[in-house]
């Protein structure tokens, strides 16, 4: 079958990039799909797989955005093919809510044992991270009988009205598009490498203040949950610093408040570790997944405690389509490919390399008067470089900009991210072979010192 057979695992380029058919498709798109639906680059794919997108025109280019953080097994991966197709095969949908089947059970299982924390769970599963997210809130509002939600600084949660609120980032995602949902506050959080007394204050100072926000502007309690992800990702890679975390969680529990771990871009073996979480031993009352869950299927989920995830009665969850059957499959397939591939050291391995020659690119330019590195960051399979102006901490969005666009020339696809857009982040696919990933940390090189 077509679908698996491996792609070369080659960088090749055979026309401009975006080649003459991309360039066709992208002007019918233009013509036909809504505006507000961007493209980071029109290269119109064919084929993936592996650490490879195969266009339209014959290019093979090197992903390091895993279609943003999703395809942590790969595109195709053999596993997740063979379960889903099987499945297609027998039946495409029943409705979990009307008539059951094992796929959703078998997920729900695999969930509750691989999520941070011994204690009795429970799993619902739903479609997109932002409908995991809303989920969470329903759940801990049902459970506590609390209404206000509290998030963080420079934190995303999706593109629903309910989780634009959460978003903290106005444009692109919330400028327009309001009112937004009531009862949401949001609280500083440990940015180490831009906290005004120094990143060695950082933790303490950012949770003392988070929680003083929390007990005079909100009062404990009347907060159901506390959001965040563990390493924030599209406010641009930021990791709390050391310390943070446990003092919410710890926080959170003294004032009976439902703490929530978004491991929707950090989950499934993206850090080096099954969740982000498991870092600081930091054990969440409820935690929303998807992205890398089912190997490019839309699938995600609610893990938590069984007392939280219960509290909701009988029909207050669900959705046509959630948990669907093939999505489920692809679910089991890529979880079993994480496992039987060690998906957790390749990704350590990958960051090691990345970690390793994006310090020593930092230190090259460390006198550059055109472009400047603030930090390097990240974990495992999930790394990023912060851009700023020579000389200071200003962010340089123009030359990430540049950056980007000089990579994708030369085919290699990277995102940019961050609160103020000077962020480059990389999150290739878990299997990517090494020769590519260092090709690829060449590319980089070469932009950097074209802008
Ligand atoms: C992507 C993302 C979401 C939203 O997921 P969708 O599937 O796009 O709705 C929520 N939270 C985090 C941390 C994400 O990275």
Redesign the pocket.
């Known amino acids: 079958m077509s679908a698996a057979t491996p792609l070369p695992q080659e960088r090749r380029l055979v026309t401009a990039i975006p080649g003459p058919k991309s360039l066709e498709l992208q002007a019918r798109k233009l013509g036909a799909v809504a505006a507000g639906v961007g493209t980071t680059l029109p290269v119109y794919v064919s084929r993936a797989n592996g650490g490879v997108l195969e266009d339209v025109d014959g290019n093979s280019l090197i992903d390091f955005g895993s279609g943003?953080?999703v395809t942590n097994v790969g595109n195709s991966a053999e596993a997740v093919v063979a379960r889903a197709s099987e499945q297609l095969a027998a039946f495409t949908h029943t409705c979990f809510m009307v008539t059951p089947y094992e796929g959703y059970v078998a997920v729900a299982e695999q969930l509750n044992e691989l999520t941070p924390g011994d204690h009795e769970k429970r799993t619902a599963l739903f479609?997109?991270?932002?409908?995991?997210?809303e989920n969470a809130v329903k759940i801990a509002r049902a459970y506590t009988k609390r209404t206000a939600v509290v998030v963080f600084d420079h934190?995303?949660?999706?593109?629903?009205n309910l989780?634009m609120g959460l978003?903290a980032k106005n444009m692109p995602y919330k400028q327009g598009f309001g009112p937004f949902a009531p009862e949401i506050y949001r609280v500083p959080v440990a940015y180490p490498y831009r906290w005004l007394t120094g990143a060695e204050n950082c933790a303490a100072e950012a949770a003392a203040q988070a929680i003083d926000i929390i007990n005079k502007q909100i009062g404990a309690e009347n907060v159901a949950a506390i959001i965040i992800?563990p390493i924030?990702?599209?406010g641009g890679f930021i990791e709390p610093a050391k310390g943070f975390l446990p003092a919410i969680v710890e926080y959170a529990k003294a004032n009976g408040i439902v703490f929530v771990a978004?491991?929707?871009?950090?989950g499934f073996c993206r850090t080096g570790q099954w969740f982000a979480c498991d870092d600081e031993g930091v054990v969440p009352d409820l935690i929303?997944t998807?992205?890398g869950i089912a190997g490019g299927l839309?699938l995600?989920a609610v893990t938590g405690r069984a007392e939280i995830m219960d509290a909701a009665h009988a029909g207050g969850l669900g959705g046509t389509y959630g948990g669907n059957p093939v999505a489920c499959a692809a679910a089991l397939g890529a979880i079993e490919t994480m496992k039987e591939q060690d998906l957790n050291g390749k990704a350590q391995r990958i960051g090691e390399v990345m970690l390793g020659r994006l310090r020593a690119l930092q230190e090259k330019y460390a006198h550059s008067d055109r472009v400047s590195i603030g930090e390097v960051r990240g974990r495992g399979a999930m790394i990023a470089v912060e851009l700023v102006k020579p000389g200071g901490k200003e962010p340089d969005a123009e030359a990430t900009a540049a950056i980007a666009k000089a990579c994708h020339a030369e085919g290699l696809v990277v995102l940019t991210a961050g609160t103020y857009g000077n962020v480059l982040r990389f999150l290739p696919p878990l299997v990517m072979p090494e020769h590519l990933l260092n090709e690829g940390l060449d590319i980089l090189e070469g932009a950097f010192a074209a802008v």
């Open positions: 943003i953080a479609n997109s991270g932002a409908e995991a997210v934190g995303y949660h999706g593109r629903t989780t978003t992800e924030q990702g599209e978004d491991e929707i871009q950090t929303t998807a992205k839309p995600a």
